[in-house]
């Protein structure tokens, strides 16, 4: 496991953790599709600060929710810093804090988790919130013909934008998977 | 009042003993866990409050999906559950949703209030979410039709009737209270009734409320009377009158008897006056919701001077079966997808967007210049809307959709806002926006004669609206707008209303509390400020029928370019 630490003069820190890489199958013929989860999780003061009496007081304030903007890639390990990564993806959570209606809610203020404008996710406690906008898993897919036949060793790496509100200060942080072994025939 | 309708069957009709029988026969039957509302339901989505369609009592309700479909349910434990579809689609919904975004709502609430009391003590209160995107101000409740479906004219002979046209001064008070509003003066006003049009004052009214300096007018009419007097839209626009809101139920005289006949004569009287034409359809399921595509080929012929149409899917008010409101009961998705049906796929419902959907480029604004803008914060639930053009060399209509990548727009936007809130340097954010803005737009597919990077970099960074007139260049907005009632009525929908009206006790009150409540607030207010439509007839000397239309423009054959010619079309090919 690798931590970064964000920058200091975000005024706040975060780090990511937990990254993972996981690969079905890790032994493939050189015609299979490769399923890759990447999985990571984002930890520190963003993510202990995001709780309903921050979603009031942002709301309060006309400062209605928070955009998370997530990049992972799939590269090969080693040192290639100018090399293409074998995979990349930007997307996006976005926490909406709303005055809710919802009569077992026993706040004025609530949130939902919007992906990407296409699915909404309504969270009953604070904890699956936090879990839904700071846990995130992504699923890519790659011909294994991409890679070659061989012997690879591959990793994730993965980045956290998002832009100062109430609760945070501006930051980002990133993070790295350990290498998973992969063999093609 | 034109536009916005319903269907009122009346007073709650009595229920047959063996109904009541086979209900007692299923709480007999019913295991008791199955009768809380939360176990009899599909896959639960969010929990709410509405009203109960008998007795107004707030109550929770659920909203939860069941094949493909949103539906809301409540259980008053006087009344009863009732079960309402609520949204027609459950993939649109959760792309709707995703949209959401609360708004600013109004700093100088003339209701204060600590707490929340909806969808009683409406006028505005300090918990109400969105400000006045429009004012509906009702200039008389009297009307030259009387159509079967429409809740808002006066009828003689009714026990309470009472004729409300409130005078010049009181006019000019309502719209200085809209203009009070903060942090955004109310700035578009519609004229509304009845039949406005009856009131012998009405180019003094837009006069008034011009002089007050209200942007946008808007007159909500069923179109007759400037038919029969083409000089009458001259007259408005020259007083300052933007567009009109004119009912148009469909292309036949079966779905539009209202103004089938008349519509031709009212849109050609409006091209002469340079006077802009909103068409606006009351869907009805099983009515006139086969007439969707062809209203729009309708207003696609008159497309140099229809600038929109407004499809209103019906709000069911009075009291009602559960089959009888099935049989009506019609929602945003389903309108989207028929529309997809009748125009061959030209309007696919992808093109559709829900109106909070404008939040990121509001938000961008308001980052960019650090003041409040105006803000279109309705729930994602209540309207949906896009811009179609057409094609020069087709004649097909292109949604904007096909030449440009909303959804990567918008995300886009919300990213340099949040760079803009963050303290990023705001001309370093523009040059970044301009560089980055075509990539959004495929100008090979663009209409010609549109420039859309340049009308989007003036208007967003320049703040210059003058360009956004090319934008309506053989082009439409098409809208949709759900008003509600008391069967679907979601408290979180009516908090955030942005269609308000003004009333002479200067109050500001939401649609969907002052139509799907009437006897709190429409009527009350009709009421007080009204007088008896005997009193109205002795004091002008005339009975309250003896303005309604007659049809005389029908007497004869169908106007050239009636709806007719729209009923049967085929997708227009070449020329």
């Known amino acids: 496991m690798q931590k970064s630490i964000v920058k200091q003069d975000a005024g706040s820190w975060a780090r990511i953790e937990q990254v993972t890489v996981k690969c079905s199958p890790q032994k493939a013929k050189i015609d299979d599709n490769l399923a890759f989860n990447v999985g990571f999780r984002l930890d520190g003061v963003v993510r202990r600060n995001f709780h309903q009496k921050f979603w009031e007081a942002a709301y309060d304030q006309h400062d209605g929710g928070l955009r998370m903007a997530f990049k992972a890639e799939l590269r090969k390990s080693g040192v290639r810093l100018l090399a293409k990564p074998l995979r990349e993806e930007k997307f996006v959570r976005r926490a909406v804090f709303f005055w809710t209606r919802n009569p077992e809610i026993p706040h004025r203020v609530w949130m939902t988790v919007a992906t990407e404008f296409e699915t909404i996710l309504y969270p009953k406690t604070e904890e699956e919130a936090r879990e839904m906008m700071f846990n995130v898993t992504r699923s890519f897919e790659l011909p294994a013909s991409s890679l070659g036949k061989g012997n690879h060793s591959l990793g994730a790496s993965v980045s956290a934008k998002w832009g100062k509100h109430v609760f945070t200060e501006r930051g980002e942080a990133s993070g790295k998977s350990p290498s998973l072994k992969i063999q093609i025939e | ?575």
Request: charged fraction near 25%; proline fraction near 6%; aromatic fraction near 10%.
């Open chain 2, 1 to 575: 009042m034109t536009g916005v309708k319903s269907i009122n069957t009346g007073p709650a009709r009595r229920i047959h003993y063996s109904e009541w029988y086979m209900m007692a026969l299923l709480e007999i039957e019913l295991p008791a866990e199955l009768q809380s509302p939360q176990k009899q339901i599909g896959q639960f989505i969010r929990r709410t409050q509405s009203i109960c369609p008998e007795c107004n009592r707030i109550l929770p309700s659920t909203v939860f999906e069941r094949e493909g479909k949103v539906f809301m349910t409540k259980t008053c434990p006087e009344h009863g559950e009732t079960e309402e579809l609520y949204f027609g689609s459950y993939d649109m919904y959760q792309k709707f949703a995703t949209y959401w975004s609360d708004g600013k709502g109004t700093h100088a609430p003339n209701v204060p209030i600590e707490s929340c009391a909806c969808p009683a003590n409406c006028g505005l209160c300090s918990n109400h979410l969105s400000h006045t995107g429009l004012a509906n101000i009702i200039v008389t409740n009297r009307c030259d039709l009387t159509c079967w479906y429409c809740f808002f004219y006066v009828k003689k002979g009714l026990e309470g009737a009472y004729v409300y046209e409130p005078s010049l001064d009181q006019v000019k008070e309502m719209v200085r209270a809209l203009k009070a509003e903060r942090p955004v003066p109310g700035n578009s006003l519609q004229i509304t009734g009845g039949e406005p049009t009856l009131r012998p004052e009405l180019p003094e009214i837009v006069k008034i409320i011009k002089d007050e300096g209200v942007d946008h007018i808007q007159l909500n009419t069923n179109g007759i009377n400037l038919a029969l007097n083409p000089n009458l839209a001259h007259i408005l626009r020259d007083n300052g009158l933007s567009n009109l809101y004119m009912s148009f139920d469909g292309v036949s005289p079966k779905t539009n008897p209202k103004n089938h006949w008349e519509a031709p004569y009212t849109i050609e009287s409006c091209r002469k006056a340079n006077l802009g034409v909103v068409l606006v359809p009351t869907v009805i399921k099983s009515i006139n919701d086969h007439e969707l595509g062809g209203i729009l080929r309708f207003a696609q012929r008159n497309i140099d001077i229809v600038r929109a149409i407004s499809y209103q899917p019906v709000s069911l008010t009075g009291r009602m079966k559960k089959q009888e409101r099935e049989k009506y009961r019609i929602t945003i998705p389903d309108c989207i997808e028929r529309i997809e049906e009748q125009t061959n796929g030209e309007i696919p419902r992808d093109a559709w967007f829900p109106v909070p959907s404008c939040s990121p480029v509001t938000h961008f604004v308001e980052a960019f210049t650090k003041r409040p803008q105006y803000e279109l914060s309705i729930h994602f639930a209540c309207g949906a809307g896009t811009y179609v053009f057409e094609d020069k060399d087709t004649k097909k209509m292109v949604p904007i959709t096909s030449f440009v990548d909303l959804k990567g727009l918008f995300e886009y936007l919300d990213e340099k806002t949040d760079e803009l809130n963050s303290g990023t340097n705001k001309y370093l954010v523009a040059a970044k926006f301009i560089t980055k803005l075509n990539s959004f737009i495929e100008k090979d597919k663009q209409p010609a004669g549109l420039n859309l990077s340049k009308l989007l970099v003036g208007a967003l960074l320049k703040h210059d609206y003058s360009s956004v007139g090319q934008f309506h260049v053989r082009s439409m907005f098409l809208g949709m707008m759900h008003f509600q009632d008391k069967y679907n009525q979601d408290e979180e929908r009516l908090q955030r209303c942005d269609i308000h009206y003004l009333t002479p006790d200067m109050r500001i009150i939401p649609f969907c509390s002052f139509n799907v409540i009437p006897e709190w607030y429409r009527d009350r207010i009709q009421k007080k400020y009204g007088i008896s439509v005997e009193e109205w007839e002795k004091k002008n000397g005339e009975k309250l029928e003896s303005r309604l239309y007659r049809g005389q423009l029908r007497r004869g054959k169908h106007a050239d370019g009636c709806g007719c010619s729209a009923v049967h079309i085929e997708p227009i090919t070449g020329t």
